[in-house]
């Protein structure tokens, strides 16, 4: 499930840039795999947050995943976080 939300965000940032990005910028894509771990997704969160400065944060599959994301990128970092289902 992982690879193919990968692949879609890829897709749609492709083309999203094809079309002249978002508000006339690129959209960078940074692709990080928690591997389903929440000790990891916290961990690569944070780096997306504090060295990468992301704007927003996109995953999360199963619950507890979302949680430990949530914690770094909404609570610690002030940052967008989206998830699908």
């Known amino acids: 499930m992982g690879i193919a939300n990968a692949n879609l965000m890829t897709m749609l940032v492709e083309d999203l840039n094809a079309k002249g990005g978002l508000l006339g910028r690129p959209?960078?894509?940074?692709?990080?795999d928690c591997e389903t771990v929440d000790s990891v997704a916290k961990a690569k969160t944070a780096k997306l947050i504090d060295?990468?400065?992301v704007d927003l944060v996109v995953g999360g599959i199963y619950?507890?995943?979302?949680?430990?994301i949530m914690s770094e990128?909404?609570?610690?970092?002030?940052?967008l976080y989206l998830y699908t289902e």
């Not at 959209?27 to 990080?32: G, N």
């Not at 619950?63 to 430990?68: G, W």
């Open 27 to 32: 959209i960078d894509l940074i692709v990080e």
């Open 73 to 79: 990128a909404v609570t610690r970092g002030k940052t």
């Open 51 to 53: 060295k990468d400065k």
């Open 63 to 68: 619950s507890s995943t979302r949680q430990a």
